[in-house]
């Protein structure tokens, strides 16, 4: 049994994965500050057999309270994701799981891939009223992008749609706007 984080948007600690049956991790702090909150993971092990997490010191996570009733989010092949129910007792995440195939991913909520809004952002740019433009790069050396649309007219509002700038938006770049 393994787990990874080695991906887009992975992040998690392994204390302990010795057996399926009490798998326990930590979530580590975001980039440059001390706020823990996202985790993203791709367990590979043996399929049909039960699995046990917990997700251990959550009271010092940014929102603790945002663990309360909360379902962890899983996926086979990163495209579709459906929940799992888990159990929060105030410090510690806890949920089960019968994998279906060798390797599954869980996230906090399901994440958006840089690919993802590169798609986006490409396929949005080949519509005759919409030009894609790169403002500059991210600390990480990923573009920022501006998508007008439209053209500037007096009397006419701009809108600014800011994305991917939280833990949950991986690599937290991306900048689009319309006219």
Request: aromatic share 12%.
């Amino acid at each position: 049994m393994k787990i990874f984080s080695n991906f887009e948007s992975g992040n998690i600690n392994v204390v302990s994965a010795d057996s399926p049956d009490n798998i326990q991790l930590t979530i580590p702090a975001d980039n440059q500050t001390d706020i823990a909150q996202w985790f993203h993971f791709r367990l590979e092990s043996t399929s049909t057999e039960l699995h046990q997490f917990s997700i251990l010191d959550l009271a010092k996570s940014a929102y603790p309270e945002g663990w309360k009733d909360y379902d962890v989010v899983a996926s086979y092949d990163r495209n579709e994701w459906f929940r799992i129910p888990a159990e929060f007792d105030g410090d510690t995440l806890r949920f089960s799981v019968i994998p279906e195939a060798s390797s599954m991913y869980f996230a906090y909520f399901a994440p958006y891939s840089y690919e993802r809004h590169q798609d986006l952002l490409h396929n949005a740019q080949t519509h005759y009223a919409c030009k894609l433009e790169t403002l500059g790069a991210t600390i990480d050396g990923n573009d920022i992008s501006l998508l007008t649309i439209g053209e500037p007219a007096e009397g006419k509002k701009n809108i600014w749609i800011i994305g991917r700038q939280h833990p949950g938006e991986p690599w937290r770049n991306g900048l689009s706007k319309a006219c």
